[in-house]
């Protein structure tokens, strides 16, 4: 158990339809990752918000966008839902921006989107 | 930002060491190196981060020679549970802190 939960666990949307996933991050980290994973393949950064503010982004479209809240949860919003975006979405939350010690991320288990 | 290569699959028997290898040519000055396990439909779990010499920890260490253009992930007596991918990433302030993922390496472990 990491602390990190998503919901929701399973999720299947229409094409062109708009979706919302959360993220509750582990309590004292401040910064959450959102990642997109398809079938065999590693996951692909989206982007990362530290203390509110998007501080990095992957090379996704602007019908990506997220949010993180004062008590550092998150959301991940994708509009005009298209039959590529079928795949494991997942979030890892992290004590501190970047990647140094003791900057591990911890991974939520997930969600699993299919559209249809 | 720096890109990583691994092999794409490795096979091996219980109780073995396994070694798995990754190159990162253009691995930037401040860049750190982590590696991630991750299970069917789980998110990834850390293992093991460093930056230079040598890294062990209560599961594995983490081998980084003097240029720092690989690293060798060393896992222990290996059992049946260690079946997983293995993720190698390269990432640190030089590259605003983003991870690129590769494909990872899928390891198997016979009986």
């Known amino acids: 158990e990491t602390g990190v939960t998503q919901s929701p666990t399973h999720l299947i949307k229409t094409r062109g339809q708009q979706v919302t996933l959360r993220c509750s991050s582990q309590?004292?980290?401040?910064?959450v990752s959102w990642y997109q994973q398809a079938l065999g393949q590693g996951p692909q950064f989206i982007f990362q918000?530290?203390?509110?503010?998007e501080n990095g982004r992957g090379n996704f479209p602007p019908r990506f966008s997220g949010l993180q809240f004062p008590n550092y949860s998150s959301e991940l919003n994708v509009n005009a839902l298209e039959l590529d975006d079928s795949a494991l979405y997942l979030c890892?939350?992290?004590?501190?921006w970047g990647q140094g010690p003791n900057t591990e991320a911890f991974f939520g288990q997930g969600t699993r989107l299919t559209v249809v | 930002l720096a890109k990583t290569t691994q092999p794409i699959s490795m096979d091996s028997y219980e109780g073995q060491e396994v070694n798995i290898t990754c190159s990162h040519n253009n691995i930037a000055t401040n860049d750190y190196i982590t590696w991630y396990q991750q299970f069917p439909s789980q998110g990834p779990r850390f293992i093991i981060q460093g930056y230079k010499t040598k890294v062990t920890n209560e599961v594995a260490s983490l081998f980084i020679p003097a240029d720092r253009k690989s690293s060798t992930l060393s896992l222990p007596r290996v059992s049946l549970s260690d079946t997983a991918v293995y993720y190698c990433l390269v990432g640190g302030m030089d590259s605003n802190y983003q991870l690129i993922w590769g494909a990872g390496t899928k390891l198997i472990i016979k009986p």
């Open positions: 918000y530290y203390r509110e503010e």
């Open positions: 309590s004292g980290h401040n910064t």
């Open positions: 890892a939350s992290s004590q501190e």
